[in-house]
């Protein structure tokens, strides 16, 4: 059973100490590619690097939300640079925050509206951050040069309600899955993972962050993904294998991964 992190922090501290074990569970737990998401103007090439690193890690470059106070047009500029790095599948990760007050509102939506303009301007997909800010995002993403687009982008760790599920679903956009779909209170997240088409479903875990139970409290790990599999069967009334088949697949496609050799 072959399965894909769609979304891991592997470039954090918390993995510094341990990453070469951490990379050898998750290709044990059957995690054949990883995609790690920069978050700000520090490790734009940091991740890249660590792509070229280890062969199953792809990178996405952007500047998160939470890092945006600062925004100018030369950081744009520096992203664009960051994207022609060998090994980057996307932009992200980018998006909006209004659950932390790190960057103004309006700034946010300039280094988003700004990013999205960028991927459209290279053909990369998005990989999007939404706290809080549901409302805005779907406008902005309508705005944007990506609607209407073929596989623009993926929601990532979707925490929103089905109204925002179903318009981001409408605009092509992808659904990422991650530990919180096995926490008991989430039920309307498992009504979405039943209800959204499976050819929209990505897993991730988000890692360090967001574990699975048995994991929750503790640092997550890409071998997690496989909890965040396990409990999407459940609920779809399918073998685990049919989870994996069909978010891999999405996967591949929405990044253009290649099939590991």
């Not at 700034?107 to 805005?136: F, G, K, M, T, Y």
């Not at 997240?189 to 050819?199: K, N």
Request: hydrophobic fraction near 50%.
């Amino acid at each position: 059973m072959e399965l894909i992190d769609t979304h891991c922090h592997l470039d954090m501290r918390q993995f510094a100490d341990d990453r070469t074990a951490v990379l050898a569970r998750a290709a044990a737990a059957g995690v054949a590619q990883i995609v790690v998401p920069a978050i700000d103007l520090e490790n734009l090439t940091a991740v890249p690097q660590l792509a070229q690193t280890h062969a199953p890690v792809f990178a996405a470059v952007g500047i998160h939300p939470n890092s945006s106070a600062g925004w100018t047009n030369a950081w744009l500029d520096t992203v664009r640079a960051a994207a022609a790095l060998p090994k980057v599948v996307a932009i992200g990760e980018i998006g909006l925050d209004y659950h932390w007050d790190d960057a103004p509102k309006a700034v946010q939506h300039e280094a988003l509206a700004q990013q999205l303009a960028l991927a459209a301007e290279l053909n990369l997909p998005v990989i999007l951050h939404n706290r809080e800010a549901s409302a805005d995002l779907i406008r902005l993403l309508a705005a944007s040069p990506l609607a209407g687009r073929e596989n623009p982008g993926v929601l990532h760790s979707f925490s929103g309600d089905w109204a925002t599920a179903q318009a981001a679903l409408d605009m092509g956009f992808y659904l990422g899955i991650t530990g919180p779909v096995t926490f008991k209170k989430a039920d309307e997240l498992r009504e979405i993972v039943r209800q959204a088409p499976l050819e929209r479903l990505l897993i991730e875990t988000d890692a360090p962050y967001l574990a699975p139970q048995p994991f929750r409290g503790q640092r997550n790990e890409p071998a997690y993904v496989t909890f965040v599999a396990e409990r999407m069967a459940v609920e779809r009334g399918v073998e685990t294998a049919v989870i994996a088949h069909h978010t891999t697949a999405n996967a591949r496609r929405l990044f253009r991964l290649p099939s590991p050799s």
